[in-house]
């Protein structure tokens, strides 16, 4: 199965076609896709609500309630528990006092409310409000001004809303002022004069909504069942369309055509995907059914919307989906048979499930290093989504992981499917390979090197995070990771395809016309960039700047210059240009136009930049893509590196001495005070200097390529 | 097709082992080559190598003049393969299956409909056409893997022990099959134990021991040859010589020990 010259192209459609009669034929998927969910929902809500209840009851039992009341004056909490019958706080009821909480109607010598052994703690704040959103107290209750004309004292209580503990509480409080008016009534109509003035109580509620919202247990159990339903609507056409292949003896028909193996796996894969999708979304619909039917849906989702949830999590799980669909096809293609696929996916399994476990740790965020870690970014994800917490730009940054990921696994899949009916120098990596080797990068080349790059990044600078927060390690890791990241694995990569890496990474050198524009490039650029970067940023994306670098910029001041430029200006500027201006370039400009290349690598250039001290912050992208396509443009025109990292140095080094002398700049008025904007002079001045650099880089000739 | 210095070698070292050695045939059009050999004598190896499964150590094979070194899809393309291992997809019917290998070959959805009626009436499928092949006698399923394989029309067909399996009646489908092929004025590469099968099928044969063609030419040829009068008595000797070799090896490797 190898893809070369006058293979014929396999249409796309009957190869998917086959692989979904395939799948959505057999019995076994249909009863996994929806026997089991009808039948193990309703099972499972029965026994949860079982549970709920006997929950409930033991609760009732074991428990000794307790409430923390506050009120607006002491008078008032006096009155309150006066009138009200509850024991004020600190009140111990002796064993007898108990024994007599029966009857207390029919009890007509020794008649009183009953009184519960309830722990009430009280006290008096004029922020009643804030402490109940806080969840500090249980009820706000206070005494509306008596009205001559209504004869009863009204108490306004104020709860939290959708919260059961405070619920609860108002709930008590009603109950015990109907018992003392009860108590109220029954006394005065055993006195025979009827001169008792009755002032009956009667009560308002209102609620203030939590500040915090409060994660509930599906929260934390939904990503969690998210991933077992997706191993479990995944797992037997994975088998089936890998291993199932060889058992049935039609691999070897099968290799025997000229189809790419790239093909037959991808059409794998989309029947693979298809299920698992359709499997989550059956058990979404199935168990949200079960919740609503059993009642069980108000006290487990504590007020959250049921189709928001369903909403939220099957957008992750889609995500979820299409990257466990490609690691299972990865496992299920080595096996033989299905015995052996399912012994192969027992370690799946659990590698899967660990991850996922991370969304039962309150604590864990999607931040930092979690960002990157695949499974766990995802359920995390899904956890912002039903929380309402989950941040835009954040779920872009896992999406894109989850992709590069998924591309990854693919490749992968399809360097090992059918690899023991043909001699492995045939297939898979060979077959991959074959079509990244030669002499330089091609489209395909491109994608999986960024994919590859993409993640390493991630990781990269994700683990800087346990070089704690000081500065000076940050930037030395800082600038190994970027290294290592664009420059050594891009070498490896090309090296091992045998790609020319003079032609590849465009090491040779360029005219002193390309020097010089890009030199004057480098010195005008950043203001455009920087402009570019202010005149576009959101309030909520400058705040987020301000929160990722307020104590980074203070702690950079205090790093000489030097060793700044070193760390943030010279390493950078190398390591990406020849990265993104090397095989990235080169790799999409094989088949694309040279200006298309430039801006699809531009675009790639601008997503590396979105990932700012292990968090994201997409406010960079429009300037960086702006550079990624001027630096692009420079490494077209000049046929050469160089001039673009010349560029890129001046760039990155004015604007870090600009910001290293940010006050001085201030104090002799070259910078203004009260504006982030800079002086127009100066972009005026930077216009004609750009101006005069492109008309230089556009005269510079590339010099001719290496001979082979 | 022609076979051309063909070497295949697993392993290095002492695990080295050379399947098929400087092997060249040549197979001419409607004519049936009958590839024979013992176990392990490299008629699988050789297969794998023609259909670009494998990559030959040294050596090339050309189908159409497509060469399978440097255009292994283009041979593959060129080949109809027929095996007795081949499986059909159990939930897919025949003409299905026909629709799925058409597409794989390249063909595009007009012509596979054109050359499926074509094979649906030539192979008797009309009756189970429209019936998942997990339902169909094995009788159905050997007609519709004949059918599969020659969907593109390919100018060379290489069959692996077809009739392993089969009872007389599938065996009579087989050769009934390879017959009409070879009037097309086919190419078939012809491999399998059952030499009674070969001797009545096969204009030409090929016998192979130990990765090397011993004897090659029609029966008569190698009647003349080895003045044997069938192919199981040619067969006889060219074992009882491998285990004279086999017998003299261990002599030599003994007389090293002592």
New interface residues.
């Given amino acids: 199965m190898?893809?070369?010259?006058?293979?014929?192209?396999?249409?796309w459609?009957?190869?998917i076609?086959?692989e979904f009669?395939?799948t959505f034929?057999?019995s076994r998927t249909v009863v996994t896709l929806v026997v089991m969910p009808l039948l193990l929902y309703p099972l499972l809500g029965l026994l949860l609500r079982q549970f709920a209840v006997s929950q409930v009851l033991t609760q009732a039992r074991i428990d000794r309630p307790s409430y923390i009341f506050a009120f607006e004056n002491v008078d008032d909490q006096r009155d309150f528990f006066r009138l009200s019958g509850i024991d004020p706080p600190g009140t111990v009821l002796t064993e007898e006092e108990l024994a007599e909480q029966t009857d207390w109607l029919g009890d007509t010598e020794d008649a009183r409310p009953p009184r519960d052994e309830v722990d009430i703690q009280a006290g008096v704040t004029d922020n009643a409000k804030l402490l109940l959103a806080n969840g500090e107290i249980d009820l706000a209750i206070a005494f509306a001004e008596t009205n001559a004309d209504v004869p009863s004292r009204r108490i306004l209580m104020i709860e939290l809303e959708n919260d059961a503990r405070s619920r609860q509480a108002r709930r008590y409080v009603e109950r015990k002022l109907a018992e003392a008016n009860l108590y109220a009534t029954v006394e005065a109509l055993e006195r025979t004069t009827g001169r008792v003035a009755i002032l009956p109580l009667v009560s308002d509620t209102t609620a203030v909504k939590p500040l915090e919202a409060k994660s509930t247990l599906v929260v934390y159990v939904i990503p969690l069942i998210l991933v077992l339903m997706t191993i479990t609507g995944a797992v037997y056409p994975a088998i089936d369309l890998t291993a199932g292949e060889r058992e049935?003896?039609?691999l070897?028909?099968?290799?025997?055509?000229?189809?790419?193996t790239w093909k037959v796996v991808l059409a794998k894969y989309a029947a693979v995907v298809t299920v698992a999708t359709l499997t989550a979304i059956v058990n979404l619909i199935a168990s949200t059914a079960t919740l609503l039917a059993t009642g069980l849906a108000a006290p487990l989702l504590q007020g959250s919307s049921p189709l928001a949830l369903v909403g939220g999590t099957l957008s992750a799980l889609v995500v979820f989906a299409f990257l466990f669909s490609a690691v299972l096809l990865c496992v299920t293609g080595r096996a033989k048979s299905f015995k052996e696929a399912q012994a192969y996916l027992i370690p799946l399994v659990l590698t899967a499930l660990a991850p996922a476990a991370v969304s039962l740790f309150p604590e864990a965020t999607l931040s930092g290093p979690l960002l990157v870690v695949p499974l766990a970014n995802v359920v995390l994800l899904t956890r912002g989504i039903l929380e309402g917490s989950a941040d835009l730009t954040t779920g872009y940054f896992v999406l894109l992981t989850t992709a590069a990921l998924t591309v990854l696994a693919l490749a992968y899949a399809i360097r090992i499917f059918g690899r023991d009916?043909?001699?492995s120098?045939?297939t898979g990596w060979s077959e991959l390979l074959a079509g990244l080797r030669g002499d330089g990068p091609g489209n395909t080349a491109a994608v999986v090197l960024l994919a590859v790059t993409f993640v390493s990044y991630a990781v990269g600078s994700g683990s800087l995070a346990f070089l704690g927060t000081a500065i000076t390690p940050r930037l030395i890791g800082g600038g190994a990771v970027t290294a290592l990241v664009f420059g050594y694995l891009p070498i490896v990569y090309a090296r091992g395809l045998g790609w020319r890496l003079a032609d590849t990474f465009r090491l040779r050198g360029a005219s002193p016309l390309g020097y010089a524009g890009a030199f004057l490039l480098g010195l005008s650029m950043w203001m455009f960039a920087y402009e570019f970067l202010i005149a576009l940023i959101t309030d909520e994306q400058e705040e987020q700047l301000t929160r990722l670098f307020t104590s980074f910029e203070e702690q950079l001041l205090a790093v000489p210059l030097a060793f700044k430029l070193l760390f943030l200006a010279l390493t950078p500027a190398v390591f990406e240009e020849l990265f993104f201006r090397g095989p990235i370039l080169s790799g999409f400009g094989k088949k694309m136009s040279p200006t298309a290349a430039v801006f699809v690598t531009a675009i790639a250039f601008g997503l590396f930049h979105v990932v700012v001290r292990g968090d994201v912050f997409w406010g960079r992208f429009p300037s960086t893509f702006f550079l990624g396509v001027v630096l692009g443009a420079i490494a077209v025109r000049t046929g050469s590196v160089w001039p673009g990292v010349l560029m890129h140095l001046l760039n990155n080094g004015l604007l870090l001495a600009a910001s290293h002398y940010k006050e001085d700049l201030k104090e002799a008025g070259v910078l203004a005070v009260e504006s982030e904007h800079l002086p127009a002079p100066w972009l005026f001045g930077a216009g004609v200097v750009a101006a005069l650099g492109a008309v230089l880089v556009g005269f510079a000739k590339p010099r001719p390529a290496t001979k082979k | 097709m022609r076979a051309n210095g063909l070497r295949r070698v697993f392993g290095t070292g002492t695990n080295r082992v050379v399947a098929v050695d400087e092997l060249s045939f040549e197979i001419e059009s409607g004519e049936v080559y009958g590839l024979l050999g013992p176990n392990g004598a490299g008629k699988t190896t050789t297969l794998r190598m023609i259909l670009g499964l494998l990559t030959p150590t040294a050596g090339d094979v050309t189908v159409e003049g497509r060469s399978v070194r440097s255009d292994p899809a283009g041979v593959k393309a060129a080949i109809g393969y027929v095996s007795a291992s081949s499986g059909l997809y159990e939930w897919l019917t025949p003409r299905e299956h026909l629709e799925y290998f058409g597409a794989a070959y390249g063909l595009d959805a007009e012509t596979t409909a054109a050359r499926a009626d074509l094979l649906t009436e030539r192979f008797a499928l009309a009756d189970f056409a429209d019936r998942a092949c997990g339902s169909l006698s094995t009788g159905q399923r050997q007609r519709t893997n004949f059918a599969r394989a020659v969907i593109h029309d390919p100018a060379v067909l290489l069959c692996d022990e077809p009739t392993r399996g089969l009872d007389i009646g599938g065996v009579r489908e087989v050769t009934r099959f390879i017959s009409e092929e070879r009037d097309a004025g086919k190419r078939v590469l012809f491999c399998t134990h059952r030499l009674d099968e070969a001797q009545r099928l096969c204009d030409r044969f090929g016998l192979l021991r130990e990765g090397r063609l011993r004897l090659e030419g029609t029966l008569e040829e190698l009647r003349t040859a080895t003045g044997r009068n069938d192919l199981t008595e040619m067969f006889h000797d060219l074992l009882d010589e491998q285990a004279a070799d086999v017998a003299a090896a261990d002599v030599a490797s003994a007389g090293a020990a002592s």
């Fill in positions: 190898n893809g070369n010259t006058s293979a014929p192209r396999a249409p459609r009957p190869l076609l086959k009669r395939e034929r057999d049935r003896g039609t070897e028909a099968l290799v025997a055509t000229p189809l790419p009916a043909v001699d120098k045939q």
